[in-house]
């Protein structure tokens, strides 16, 4: 199973709400990633997991807060998002961070708007 | 740093003739070159890596591609076109292992291929 799932498939959120994201998979893979695509843009890094551990934020707002629960779960709490903030967020797994030959498995997205 | 480039924002062929969609790079060392697919609203489907080896690789769905050192070059290949295989393609790479940024994979801008009936 190559599956990565993500929830919702979509979300409309106020600029004053919180909401969360939530991609899953059970690969057992270690490393995790948040990406941010624009429409017909390549994917923006946003963060990495690595056996649960925070290993990279690439100067992503505050207001994007991603946790992992375990090593399958992987969760983006969003507070107080601006327009621009409208994107598909991917989530994507690996079966380690440090070794660049494996592939990064990718879930289906979430597409955020924000009014 | 690494960096990809795919000179085509589009490619059109007609179904059942050759595709080839291009892609160039450049990293320090040997890189990892991966290809990937993405349908609308969809998330990126992997297609196909190049680590080491071959320099012909194959992948899913009937897709290969080649790398060429010294060309710098690693392009997507199908013998024959399928309606079905209009989608947007990137092209990416990892630098190798240790190797500055290696935990990134760095993409394209992306193709968008279609297929013609």
């Known amino acids: 199973d190559t599956e990565v799932t993500q929830t919702p498939k979509h979300l409309v959120m106020g600029m004053t709400n919180k909401k969360s994201l939530k991609c899953e998979q059970h690969?057992?893979?270690?490393?995790m990633y948040w990406y941010k695509q624009k429409a017909k843009k390549p994917p923006e890094l946003m963060f990495v997991?690595?056996?649960?551990?925070?290993?990279i934020n690439e100067s992503v707002p505050s207001r994007f807060s991603p946790e992992c629960p375990n090593s399958s779960l992987l969760n983006l709490h969003l507070h107080a998002l601006q327009p621009e903030d409208s994107a598909l967020y991917l989530c994507?797994?690996?079966?380690?961070?440090?070794?660049?030959?494996?592939?990064?498995?990718f879930g289906p997205g979430t597409r955020l708007t924000v009014t | 740093a690494q960096s990809v480039a795919q000179p085509e924002d589009q490619v059109n062929v007609a179904e059942g003739n050759p595709l080839t969609v291009k892609c160039t790079y450049s990293?320090?060392?040997?890189?990892?070159l991966f290809w990937y697919v993405q349908y609308p609203n969809r998330g990126l489907q992997f297609l196909l890596k190049?680590?080491?080896?071959?320099?012909l690789v194959k992948g899913s769905y009937g897709f290969e591609a080649e790398f060429n050192k010294s060309q710098t070059s690693f392009h997507l290949k199908k013998p024959s076109a399928l309606v079905s295989d209009s989608a947007l393609y990137f092209c990416?790479?990892?630098?190798?292992?240790?190797?500055?940024?290696?935990?990134?994979?760095?993409f394209g801008k992306g193709t968008k291929l279609s297929v013609i009936p």
């Open positions: 994507a797994s690996s079966q380690d961070m440090a070794s660049g030959d494996y592939e990064q498995y």
């Open positions: 690969m057992g893979h270690r490393a």
């Open positions: 997991y690595s056996y649960e551990k925070l290993s």
């Open positions: 990293v320090s060392g040997n890189p990892y």
């Open positions: 190049y680590i080491t080896g071959d320099n």
């Open positions: 990416a790479v990892r630098p190798p292992m240790g190797g500055a940024g290696s935990y990134q994979l760095t």
